[in-house]
């Protein structure tokens, strides 16, 4: 059974950092790629961060491109989403996800297969 879990979120000032760590079980990195998700107030679901597991490489959104940065503990089976810069827009839910497909899937349709239950990140001062 895939397992995703999230800590890490918070209350941070515009301009701050914060980095969240998921926990992965369920699964290897080699054949699934990792990734992260968030969903701000009556907005969309985004897609901001993968690594494919097909070619290693990661992926971000424009919105976060430059500021935040995606990596993995393989030895850990853990990833995490370290964010600097923070902005108020980047207030929303994060969920770490992972798929089955290795790919980039930040806009695969339907979203990624698994889901954790997500850590709430607040950028206000």
């Known amino acids: 059974e895939v397992t995703l879990v999230e800590s890490g979120g918070g209350l941070v000032q515009p301009g701050g950092s914060l980095t969240l760590s998921c926990e992965a079980s369920g699964f290897t990195f080699d054949n699934h790629g990792i990734g992260w998700f968030r969903q701000a107030p009556g907005k969309e679901r985004e897609g901001i961060a993968c690594i494919s597991s097909w070619d290693g490489r990661a992926y971000y959104s424009d919105s976060v491109k430059g500021r935040f940065t995606i990596s993995s503990d393989n030895a850990k089976n853990t990833f995490y989403l370290h964010m600097s810069g923070l902005k108020p827009a980047d207030t929303a839910v994060y969920y770490c996800?992972?798929?089955?497909?290795?790919?980039?899937?930040?806009?695969?349709?339907?979203?990624?297969?698994?889901w954790g239950r997500g850590t709430q990140v607040t950028v206000s001062s």
């Open positions: 996800t992972a798929d089955t497909t290795g790919l980039n899937f930040l806009k695969k349709p339907y979203g990624p297969d698994y």
